[in-house]
């Protein structure tokens, strides 16, 4: 099996897989993220096999809806990938990819890097932010039944990794807590200059947000 047939593969195993994920983590989220590594890449030194394979498993499940494990992603990408024949070296890249592309709180230090995840852990971070990155937020905030915003409920900064998986704050707290944060953590050049335009119209949306909560417009 050559390379774009493991790829093809890949692609109709996660398309089978999330069929019935939630809005912002399904098969369409794959796809932005895989679309956005492509892009990255082309000015990037990286293997784009390794780029499309990892982009393509990233989330196959992502631990937020398997009670916070995170060893069934990786476990589930090595399966597939044996089944495939791809070699173990590449596997346990992909497996660490799964395990360190993910904002986990402010005191989180990646185990792991490499150009490929550098490439990815950007295209997944560009999904987070901007017009998209707003929708997936609350329609996260909405499967979680989290409120929009409650002005007597602060953001919390540099949660543990447990705080984080654990939250329960609304909606717009994740702005403060994540979401406007990641601008400053992309690696690559072409990452930072897509993110600098989707943080400004964060930026705007919240302004907006907070002139109608409080009726001035």
């Known amino acids: 099996m050559n390379k774009q047939e493991i790829i093809a593969s890949t692609e109709a195993f996660v398309k089978s ?129 989290r409120p929009l915003h409650n002005p007597n409920i602060s953001p919390k900064l540099n949660q543990t990794i447990e705080e984080y998986k654990n939250s329960e704050a609304p909606t717009i707290n994740h702005f403060y807590e994540k979401l406007l944060l990641l601008k400053d953590r992309m690696n690559t050049v072409t990452g930072k200059k897509i993110a600098e335009a989707r943080h400004q119209y964060m930026e705007t949306f919240l302004q907006q947000f907070y002139d109608e909560w409080n009726g001035v417009k």
Do not use: M
């Open 17 to 145: 897989t999330l069929k019935n994920a939630e809005g912002g983590h399904d098969w369409f989220h794959i796809l932005r993220v895989w679309n956005n590594a492509n892009l990255i890449a082309e000015h990037e030194d990286v293997d784009k096999f390794v780029v499309s394979l990892g982009a393509l498993l990233h989330d196959i499940a992502d631990s937020k809806f398997y009670n916070g494990d995170e060893t069934i992603g990786p476990a589930l990408a090595r399966e597939f990938l044996e089944s495939q024949q791809v070699e173990d070296a590449i596997i346990i890249h992909i497996e660490h990819i799964i395990s360190n592309i993910s904002y986990k709180g402010g005191n989180f230090n990646q185990k792991f890097t490499s150009p490929e995840l550098n490439v990815i852990q950007d295209a997944d971070r560009l999904d987070a932010i901007g017009a998209i990155g707003i929708a997936r937020c609350f329609n996260y905030g909405g499967f979680k039944n």
